[in-house]
């Protein structure tokens, strides 16, 4: 074997561990059938991590993560830790990782595969394919914010009280970046960007339309086009083959994509990257929660991982036959009718069988 890369492994909570190991046995079979060797490292972070260091993101995973070629991450949180200091709360590492190893930009793509026509809630979702490339460490989740005593009354005489904010605040530089990413994927793909904003309210919004009209003078066979957020959720569900490229912000960004998991039958299919610096590892992970409902049942839909490893070996590596091997197999997976439980519905018998985590982990494994 010629070529070797290490990747860190942080399962996380909930369903977090199995869907992580069902992404590695499909990424190593993948790999060494063309020559290539994976080296795991595990590290903890989220509610697992708060159970053995009493925080969520202890040093040693940033440097463990930081010292790797690349990250995957199954998910993080659940019920056991919703009520402790929301300072050292399971998703704080989230954050931390982000921001940590400088992933600015997530890439989410949305794609109703074959076969699934019938697990959208939609009527005719036709052929669903886009992108949503969403800011992932500025906005209103990285602003300033607190809370503060108020004496001052509302108009009707209530007394205002404690006051809590968030800031959503963004700079050039912040946006110009994401900005990027997002012409240079639609200038390879169907030439269509879409910046989904609130600029009819929000002043940083206006930056972001003005930003990216000058930046599409540098992309002439890029068709730019604006829509409000609250339209935007609208269109995704009326007209969703019509996408591309979305860029949009931190917030709106992940309120989005969820609602285009649904488009596509389940969140549980959905693969992310959040890259940043060139050279730097990236962070590869599904975009669902940790889904403590399904945890330790062998039900979770392992296939957002498993899409999620392929766009490490293509964004990171350019291991483009990996990559290409590992979305053939998850589409002849489900070409032949296996499904864990969230793709499958009521009155659907045609052909198709209903599995849990290891047996549709295998049946990718077999089809690669
Ligand atoms: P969730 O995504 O975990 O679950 C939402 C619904 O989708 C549930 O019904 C769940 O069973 C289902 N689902 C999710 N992933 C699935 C999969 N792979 N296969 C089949 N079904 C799947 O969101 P939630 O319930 O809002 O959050 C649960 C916990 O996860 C919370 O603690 C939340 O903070 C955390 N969370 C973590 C991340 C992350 O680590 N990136 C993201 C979102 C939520």
Same mark, same amino acid.
């Given at each position: 074997?010629?070529?070797?890369?290490?990747?860190?492994?942080?399962? #996380?909570?909930?369903?977090?561990?199995?869907?992580?190991?069902?992404?590695?046995?499909?990424?190593?079979?993948?790999?060494?059938?063309? #020559?290539?060797?994976?080296?795991?490292?595990?590290?903890?972070?989220?509610?697992?991590?708060?159970?053995?260091?009493?925080?969520?993101?202890?040093?040693?995973?940033?440097?463990?993560?930081?010292?790797?070629?690349?990250?995957?991450?199954?998910?993080?949180?659940?019920?056991?830790?919703?009520?402790?200091?929301?300072?050292?709360?399971?998703?704080?590492?989230?954050?931390?990782?982000?921001?940590?190893?400088?992933?600015?930009?997530?890439?989410?793509?949305?794609?109703?595969?074959?076969?699934?026509?019938?697990?959208?809630?939609?009527?005719?979702?036709?052929?669903?394919?886009?992108?949503?490339?969403?800011?992932?460490?500025?906005?209103?989740?990285?602003?300033?914010?607190?809370?503060?005593?108020?004496?001052?009354?509302?108009?009707?005489?209530?007394?205002?009280?404690?006051?809590?904010?968030?800031?959503?605040?963004?700079?050039?530089?912040?946006?110009?970046?994401?900005?990027?990413? #997002?012409?240079?994927?639609?200038?390879?793909?169907?030439?269509?960007?879409?910046?989904?904003?609130?600029?009819?309210?929000?002043?940083?919004?206006?930056?972001?339309?003005?930003?990216?009209?000058?930046?599409?003078?540098?992309?002439?066979?890029?068709?730019?086009?604006?829509?409000?957020?609250?339209?935007?959720?609208?269109?995704?569900?009326?007209?969703?083959?019509?996408?591309?490229?979305?860029?949009?912000?931190?917030?709106?960004?992940?309120?989005?994509?969820?609602?285009?998991?649904?488009?596509?039958?389940?969140?549980?299919?959905?693969?992310?990257?959040?890259?940043?610096?060139?050279?730097?590892?990236?962070?590869?992970?599904?975009?669902?929660?940790? $889904?403590?409902?399904?945890?330790?049942?062998?039900? $979770?839909?392992?296939?957002?991982?498993?899409?999620?490893?392929?766009?490490?070996?293509?964004?990171?590596?350019?291991?483009?036959?990996?990559?290409?091997?590992?979305?053939?197999?998850?589409?002849?997976?489900?070409?032949?009718?296996?499904?864990?439980?969230?793709?499958?519905?009521?009155?659907?018998?045609?052909?198709?069988?209903?599995?849990?985590?290891?047996?549709?982990?295998?049946?990718?494994?077999?089809?690669?």
């Amino acid at each position: 074997m010629s070529k070797k890369y290490n990747i860190a492994v942080i399962p #996380g909570d909930g369903i977090g561990p199995e869907i992580t190991t069902a992404a590695i046995e499909v990424l190593e079979a993948a790999s060494s059938r063309n #020559g290539i060797e994976i080296f795991t490292k595990e590290l903890k972070a989220g509610g697992a991590a708060i159970d053995e260091f009493g925080i969520p993101l202890p040093q040693e995973t940033i440097e463990g993560a930081k010292e790797s070629d690349a990250v995957l991450l199954g998910a993080v949180g659940g019920p056991k830790w919703d009520d402790v200091d929301p300072e050292i709360r399971p998703e704080r590492a989230l954050l931390g990782l982000r921001s940590g190893l400088d992933l600015y930009a997530n890439i989410r793509p949305v794609v109703l595969h074959e076969g699934l026509e019938t697990a959208s809630p939609l009527k005719n979702p036709g052929k669903v394919d886009f992108v949503i490339v969403r800011e992932l460490t500025g906005g209103i989740y990285f602003g300033k914010n607190g809370v503060y005593q108020s004496g001052d009354r509302l108009p009707d005489g209530t007394v205002k009280g404690k006051v809590a904010f968030d800031t959503e605040s963004y700079s050039e530089g912040e946006i110009n970046r994401i900005l990027k990413i #997002g012409f240079d994927l639609a200038d390879k793909r169907r030439k269509k960007l879409t910046l989904v904003d609130k600029a009819n309210v929000l002043i940083s919004s206006r930056m972001w339309r003005t930003l990216a009209t000058q930046m599409s003078f540098d992309y002439p066979d890029v068709e730019l086009d604006f829509l409000y957020v609250d339209n935007a959720a609208m269109q995704l569900i009326s007209r969703p083959s019509s996408f591309d490229v979305i860029v949009t912000s931190n917030i709106f960004g992940d309120i989005l994509s969820d609602e285009a998991g649904q488009v596509v039958g389940s969140i549980g299919m959905l693969p992310s990257a959040s890259v940043g610096m060139p050279g730097k590892p990236g962070l590869f992970e599904p975009i669902h929660g940790s $889904a403590p409902d399904l945890a330790g049942q062998n039900k $979770a839909n392992p296939l957002a991982t498993i899409l999620s490893c392929a766009m490490m070996m293509r964004t990171m590596f350019g291991e483009e036959e990996v990559a290409n091997s590992i979305e053939n197999a998850v589409k002849k997976t489900l070409a032949a009718g296996l499904r864990t439980s969230d793709i499958t519905f009521v009155g659907e018998t045609n052909n198709i069988t209903l599995v849990g985590t290891k047996e549709i982990t295998q049946a990718v494994i077999d089809n690669l």
